[in-house]
């Protein structure tokens, strides 16, 4: 009995202890991430220009917002921007860092090279590939112009601006490079032997043995890439204003926009609880489909 | 042992609440500087007119060795964002610098003081003062006087000109170019690489050297050119849509197809792309003309380039649209004697042109005060200090009864036009719509956001 108590009391001590190590990280999460939320969801009910006092108006805010055509075209921009930019960089990476897995001369070099792209923070690449991009003096149609090749408007074309800004977001993706290659490097060898043995060649061992293995990497990828995608917002920012003719207008350049601009605080609030359940609703898709094709080596395999 | 480790956290602890205090001991400076009265003071200027600024304010705590000007300059594009967060925390600046359209705005919302009875106890009469379109009045106040104008003129090279046998536009007001005489010159000056014009037979649209012009399709260069055809954005009183008259579609088009139909201007797309920098591309012979704001001046005076300068083209007669942004000063100010001897200061142009010639610094901007023009000896002293075209040209857009800047008086304006007009003419300059289309409807979508004037 007295044995029991004295255990209980451990643990007891212990959660004490153990809480008030994580305590400043829930307080700060709390302070500034918890209660700043639940602001927003406060205010996306209210009318609020951040200087008048908030006045309460219901579920107005969200009629509005789906009345809006800006919303719906926000959306379609931000959609088709994910659409094109999670598959290109998720499979283009994985190849990437098939290649810099191989045991080449100098291929920290190059790993560094892929590298560093995300070291670089975001408003500088884009202030760059403002440059590159520019369609009289630009890098690339001075390039297209040698061989005689047309040349494009890049992110100043309605067509042309969100590939663009896929093509950038790809040269971007190093860090998406960094966990594959931490991934491909931990794939038992033993397997491509028996796999060798069995006489396979390089794309069976590809299909049977590296894909399944690397299955939970590739979902943790694609989720953070669809999440991120769908928060464009500093490319838009710095190189587009959101044009041509709103081309660019990503859903988080709308809800900037109608806050800070136009001092709809309570009206972006609401816009931006969409986008959550949005990106709320995607992320959980991902997590239920993922029963299917994500293989767990602990698990015994895919069901 | 336990002791050392809740010694350690509780500091620990004490360190992460000090970092997150509000750190207010940076205005702990020497005694002297205790009995000084600080004014905060808030602005977006940046580039020379920061430089004016900056000589300004020093001159006035030479003056006043009793006032401590804390000065904050803020890019435009966070400029309105930062005001904001600072009034919602009420501690709105004692003297800040404030958006033409936002002035009386701000005023009826109560965040700025209603200068008229200081104006009254300084004995200075606003209206025989300044100039009617410098003064931001409504029923309940005055708000704010411009602390400059700004008006549109047209730069040109003149290099290019000569080579192109093209003669100067006139500088006097009163008599610009025709909206035709302007395009016939952009033509002239269009140079493929074959060094060939869009007169000349065989002319490749694709692959321009040079351009005789841009679009102007920024707000407020339309506002301007608008004026020249008896059309605006929204109707005087604000109550009706003014771009849907057939005289703003008219401008609307005809700008457009400066570059749709006449190819003397790159497409939207290349102007987004490369022509970020119109000062530089002129003086580089990369562009024959624009149409800008007074303010780009000092970007040609810093590299000693004799620009041309001449009233914007008309398209019906001579116009031109006339204002500019001012400083408002804090209803929660608690120095609010100081912050308006500061603020009448401010807002003297010829103060302004006293610290120019002291200090060496250029002005971009045009007189706010009647006196500067109208008084020979201010009037000789401006012109010495100002750029002699600009002098001969501003003075004579000032003197030829200038149109006021719609966004000055109309309500909701960044609303109705920002947002609801402007990206509808995007397709006019992309070529997908005419302007009449591009127009249709506008006025039943922004009905419910026209909510008249001001005044």
Redesign the interface.
Known sequence: MSNRKAKSNIERKSFFWGY?FIS?AIIGLILFSLGPILFSLFISFNEWD???SMKFIGLDNYKELFRDNQTWDALKVTFYYTALTVPLSTILTFFIAMLLNSKTKGIRIFRTIFYIPSIVPLVVSSAVWLYI??????MLNNLLSIFNLP?F??????AGVIPSLSIMAVWGAGNMVVIYLAGLQGVPKQLYEAAEIDGAGFWVKFMNVTVPIMSPIVFYNVTMAIINSMQTFTQAFIM?EG????ASLFYSLLIYRKA????SMGYAAALSWLLFLIIAVLTAVLFITSKKWVYYENQGGKQ | MKKILIVTLSLCLAFIMLGCSKTDNKDNGSAANEDKVKLQFYTWWSGGEKDLGEALIKEYELLNPNVEIVQNYIPYGEYHTKLNAMIAAKETPDIYFINEFLVNEWGEKGIAEDLNPYYEKSGIVPKDTYFDTAIYETEKGLWGVSFSLGTYTLYYNKDMFREAGIEFPTTSAANPWTWEEYVDAARKLTVDSNGKTPNDEGFNANSVRTYGTVMPTNMNYITALLTTNNGSFVSMDGQSLGIIKPESIEVIQKIADLSLVEQCAPSYEVMLGSFSDMPVMLMNGQLGMFIDGTWMLPNFQNENFEVGLAQIPMIDYASNAVWGSAFQMSRDSKHKEEAFEFYKYLSDYNNAVDVSSKYGVSIGNLPNMISTVEDTELNNKWTEVFNKDMAIVAGDILNNDPVIGECTFIKNYASIVEEGIMPKLEKVWLGELDASQAVSGLDNELQTKLQGAWQ
């Open positions: 008030l400043p951040m200087v008048s991009f520019n369609p009289m003096f630009g040349q408007n890049y992110v100043f074309s309605k587009t044009g041509p003719d709103n800070f601009k136009y001092q």
